[in-house]
């Protein structure tokens, strides 16, 4: 059973820092990577990260944000810095497997207070 649990949100000021985990457990990943959802809005890509390393951003989150992975522990980061309240958003967890099919973690609360 594939199962991804994130962990890491939580409440900042502006400019400050979270730092954002993901656990995977039941498969091996091709792509693992981070949505949000900012309050009534649509959900939207943060990054992405290969299993090779490659990685893919958000025009909006270039130069503040850092995506990485550590494929024996099965685990996604998303290092946040310079936070701004327009970050603010619930971030989702997002893996995909080599056969197409496409999993989502529930979701953890960023919060970035002006």
């Known amino acids: 059973q594939v199962q991804l649990v994130e962990s890491g949100g939580g409440l900042v000021q502006a400019g400050g820092s979270l730092r954002l985990s993901c656990a995977a457990s039941?498969?091996?990943?091709?792509?693992m990577g981070w949505y949000r959802q900012p309050p009534g809005k649509q959900r939207e890509l943060v990054a992405t990260?290969?299993?090779?390393?490659?990685?893919n951003y958000a025009d909006s989150v270039k130069g503040r944000f850092t995506i990485s992975r550590d494929n024996a522990k099965n685990t996604v980061y998303l290092q946040m810095n310079s936070l701004k309240p327009e970050d603010t958003a619930v971030y989702y967890c997002?893996?995909?497997?080599?056969?197409?099919?496409?999993?989502w973690g529930r979701g953890t609360q960023v919060t970035v207070s002006s």
């Open positions: 997002n893996a995909q497997r080599v056969f197409g099919d496409v999993f």
């Open positions: 990260i290969t299993r090779g390393g490659s990685t």
């Open positions: 039941g498969s091996i990943f091709t792509i």
